[in-house]
């Protein structure tokens, strides 16, 4: 056999070549000539939707298998998935309570009913699809680049979904908003829920309520100028998030003023309970805090984020543990620097240890609001 190859590889190779340039000019006829009916309406031959289907498994199985899911506090994460998900993924998949919107469900493929569809795939495998989308199907890809720490909290909401009631999604996804606003006709119409106060508060803190995940950050009573670069910085794509960029896709300029200036002038929200924490812990943060680490060459974060940080510089007092350890973790994976005052907190994020993140979002989650705004409150009458 092996001698008879040997004799008529030439031969065999122009076979090859000859049947594969065959098969290639027949498909461009078949394209050219369009008698293959595209219209979605027509619905895909049955061995067409085998295959389809086939490859769409196989994919998410071989492609997935380097996903390792971090240990993660579920129950924290589920509010911010379901407010992202009635936001961006119910118009096409529809929610509990909001049947499948009837566009939608005329694409090819439709997209699934979710609820039914979740318990199909493993958690490393929710996150594969929430994180890259799937070719061909309209099914989009994570918005915000280098943010694959935000996917899981998408994870944890579609790994609830099945079993979750129609109430506790609206809860959920409603955050501190009035719900009954967000009816299915109205994402039929509007695509996505009107602009209003709502349209924050479903993920935020209000006036009277701290936000409804800590991997939220609070924004009532934080630095009216730094509210307004942060909403500029994610519209015009220099801070990812895949969460905040779709919302200030949408906002204009006066209304960014306008946010900022409201969320500014609210009184610090009631914070989250700070976990316990070991004192010697807070101790270390709170030195770091006051007085860095010389040797490490990181400046004392109140220098900067203190009573006397410049106004567009953030307050850390009082934000949770999780969304202050989040956002060192970004920096320290090399996000959040292309703005200056990212780069600026880049270099300090990298040169701490990973006990001094622990113990400055300890520290500072612990520490009351009000601590650092004392010229305002010290003038006030
Ligand atoms: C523009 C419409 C659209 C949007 C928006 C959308 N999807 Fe999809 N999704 C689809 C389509 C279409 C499919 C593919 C169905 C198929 O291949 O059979 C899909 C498939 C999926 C699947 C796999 C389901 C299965 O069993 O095949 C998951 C999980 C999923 N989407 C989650 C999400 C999440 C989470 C979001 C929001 C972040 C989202 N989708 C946003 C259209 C959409
Ligand atoms: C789906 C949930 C969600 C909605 C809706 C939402 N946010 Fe956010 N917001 C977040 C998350 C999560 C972050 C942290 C993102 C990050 O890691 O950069 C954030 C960050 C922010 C920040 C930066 C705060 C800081 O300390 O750096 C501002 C400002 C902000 N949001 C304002 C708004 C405003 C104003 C609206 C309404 C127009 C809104 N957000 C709607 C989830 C949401
Ligand atoms: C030289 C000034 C400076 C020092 C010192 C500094 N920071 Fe920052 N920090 C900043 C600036 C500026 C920002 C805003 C970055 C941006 O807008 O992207 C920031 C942002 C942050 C944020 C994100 C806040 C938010 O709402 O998103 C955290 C968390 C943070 N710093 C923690 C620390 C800790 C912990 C220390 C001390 C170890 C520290 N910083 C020291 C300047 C500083």
């Known amino acids: 056999m092996t001698g008879w190859v040997t004799r008529h590889w030439r031969a065999l190779l122009l076979w090859t070549l000859g049947l594969f340039a065959g098969l290639t000019l027949l498909a461009l006829m078949i394209a050219y000539s369009g008698i293959y009916n595209i219209a979605a309406s027509a619905g895909h031959p049955a061995w067409m939707e085998w295959v389809l289907q086939l490859g769409k498994e196989r994919s998410v199985k071989f492609n997935s298998r380097s996903v390792k899911p971090p240990k993660q506090d579920s129950a924290d994460l589920v509010p911010l998935g379901a407010a992202h998900f009635q936001s961006t993924c119910a118009t096409c998949h529809g929610a509990p309570g909001q049947p499948l919107n009837p566009v939608f469900g005329h694409m090819l493929p439709s997209p699934p009913d979710l609820q039914k569809h979740a318990h199909h ?6 996150f594969w699809i929430a994180r890259h989308g799937i070719q061909f ?8 680049a280098g943010r694959d720490d935000e996917v899981w909290a998408v994870v944890a909401f579609l790994e609830a979904l099945p079993s979750m009631s129609e109430t506790d999604y609206r809860r959920y996804a409603g955050g501190h908003s009035e719900t009954q606003g967000y009816s299915a006709g109205a994402f039929v119409s509007q695509g996505r829920p009107r602009l209003d106060l709502t349209a924050c508060s479903r993920c935020h803190d209000t006036a009277g ?5 800590p991997y939220v950050p609070h924004i009532g009573g934080q630095n009216e100028a730094y509210l307004r670069r942060a909403l500029h910085e994610y519209r015009d794509d220099s801070r990812q998030s895949g969460f905040m960029e779709p919302v200030a896709d949408d906002l204009d300029d006066e209304q960014i003023d306008r946010l900022a200036a409201y969320y500014a002038s609210l009184p610090p929200s009631p914070r989250q309970r700070p976990r316990p924490s070991s ?3 807070r101790e270390q943060g709170r030195q770091l805090a006051e007085q860095g680490d010389r040797a490490r060459k990181v400046p004392a974060c109140l220098s900067c984020h203190g009573a006397n940080g410049r106004s567009d510089y953030p307050r850390l007092a009082g934000q949770s543990e999780q969304y202050i350890r989040r ?4 920096w320290r994976r090399g996000g959040r620097h292309k703005t200056p005052h990212g780069a600026m907190m880049s270099v300090v994020a990298k040169r701490l240890t990973d006990q001094q993140v622990e113990a400055a979002a300890s520290f500072f989650a612990g520490r009351p ?6 010229q305002e409150e010290a003038s006030a009458p």
Do not use: H, I
């Open 121 to 126: 795939w493993t958690r490393e495998q929710l």
């Open 137 to 144: 199907t309209g099914m989009p890809a994570w918005s915000g």
């Open 209 to 213: 309520a701290a936000p409804p995940s």
């Open 279 to 281: 004192p010697q812990l």
């Open 327 to 330: 956002q060192l973790q970004v």
């Open 369 to 374: 609001p009000q601590a650092d705004r004392v």
